[in-house]
């Protein structure tokens, strides 16, 4: 099993900039991507990015691409979300994903517990 934990999440304002962070634990050697998702209130979970983890070749959707940058730290089995440019639509909880497949795109086998980004116009 892997566990994933994310924090980083609160309350900005429009225009302004969050990092939510993602930390992995457990049988990590077993995970090739990982990434982040979101969901807005009654919507459905959404893709954000995706990161392989051993070549660190990134996907994002395009609705955040040239706003948001993913990032991982392999010591620290850790893997990041830049959030800049906020804007309201981008308010959501996001999840951290973490995936056996090289992209969170085509599956995801562990999920984080999400936390909430607000962001205020």
């Known amino acids: 099993q892997v566990q994933l934990v994310e924090s980083g999440g609160g309350l900005v304002q429009a225009g302004g900039s969050l990092r939510l962070s993602c930390a992995a634990s457990?049988?990590?050697?077993?995970?090739?991507?990982m990434g982040w998702f979101r969901q807005a209130p009654g919507k459905e979970r959404e893709f954000v990015a995706t990161i392989t983890w051993s070549s660190g070749n990134t996907d994002y959707a395009d609705s955040v691409k040239g706003r948001f940058t993913i990032s991982r730290d392999n010591a620290k089995n850790a893997v990041y979300l830049q959030m800049n440019s906020l804007k309201p639509e981008d308010t959501a909880v996001y999840y951290c994903?973490?995936?056996?497949?090289?992209?969170?795109?085509?599956?995801?086998?562990?999920w984080g517990q999400g936390t909430q980004v607000t962001v205020s116009s």
């Open positions: 457990g049988r990590t050697f077993g995970i090739y991507a």
């Open positions: 994903a973490a995936s056996a497949r090289s992209t969170v795109v085509t599956g995801v086998d562990y």
